[in-house]
């Protein structure tokens, strides 16, 4: 069993729409959560991250928690082209001597102008 | 600040044959990651080092990948020999710690092609 699930989509949106982003993860000791978009071809870049039940904001970006789901999301308001990337959850567990992130394999994220 | 730096950023390879990747992580980061990402998969961290030692490498094929971090700084992870489901891009990411919410910053990665 996978233990970071996410709809690889593709995922379409029309501009300026919300776009819904979901993420479940197994392991119930998970720590922190984390967002991170891959433009194609280049690296992951972080998009921000929580660790409390609850809706954390940044700007056009939401990441909502619910522990007792195991579910994760991140809502991205008045989407854009340039949103138009893959969009990786992770979860932080408990490695061998240390925290790791655990990654799932990430939803394609279409912005239609 | 400067970001991670990795080199080379492209490689072609014949199957059997050895590779070498190399990994400057941002200064003052003492945890630094291996990670092999597969195209349309995320990420898999390899190994994990925090300072000059392995925290955790109980996903690197051990029978052909290794991994060193010489003096808590650079890393270089080799492959020898290489088979063709090694191609993918290899990304090295450093964290200032390994605790709860402290962040992994990426470098652009290594793509390899094994023919």
């Known amino acids: 069993q996978k233990e970071v699930e996410q709809n690889s989509g593709p995922l379409s949106v029309p501009e300026g729409a919300i776009a819904s982003l979901n993420c479940t993860y197994s392991?119930?000791?998970?720590?922190?959560f984390f967002w991170y978009r891959q433009y194609s071809g280049k690296s992951p870049e972080l998009i921000m991250f929580?660790?409390?039940?609850g809706d954390k904001e940044d700007g056009r970006f939401t990441a909502q928690l619910n522990k007792a789901s195991q579910y994760v999301s991140l809502l991205i308001r008045d989407s854009q082209p340039s949103d138009s990337a893959t969009y990786l959850c992770?979860?932080?567990?408990?490695?061998?001597?240390?925290?790791?992130?655990?990654f799932g394999q990430g939803t394609r994220l279409t912005i239609n102008p | 600040e400067a970001g991670v730096a990795q080199s080379p950023r492209y490689k072609i390879i014949e199957k059997r044959q050895s590779v070498a990747f190399w990994c400057n992580p941002i200064?003052?980061?003492?945890?630094l990651y291996w990670y092999q990402q597969i195209l349309g998969q995320g990420p898999k961290l390899l190994i994990q080092?925090?300072?000059?030692?392995?925290?955790?490498d109980s996903q690197l094929p051990k029978d052909r990948f290794s991994a060193e971090r010489l003096k808590g700084v650079d890393s270089t992870l080799k492959i020898q020999p290489a088979k063709l489901e090694d191609s993918a891009v290899y990304l090295c990411?450093?964290?200032?710690?390994?605790?709860?919410?402290?962040?992994?910053?990426f470098g652009p990665g290594t793509r390899l092609t094994v023919t």
């Open positions: 392991d119930r000791g998970s720590q922190s």
């Open positions: 080092f925090q300072n000059n030692g392995v925290v955790d």
């Open positions: 990411a450093s964290s200032p710690r390994a605790g709860r919410g402290y962040e992994q910053y």
């Open positions: 992770a979860a932080q567990v408990s490695g061998r001597g240390a925290q790791k992130l655990v």
């Open positions: 200064s003052g980061h003492a945890t």
């Open positions: 929580i660790y409390s039940n």
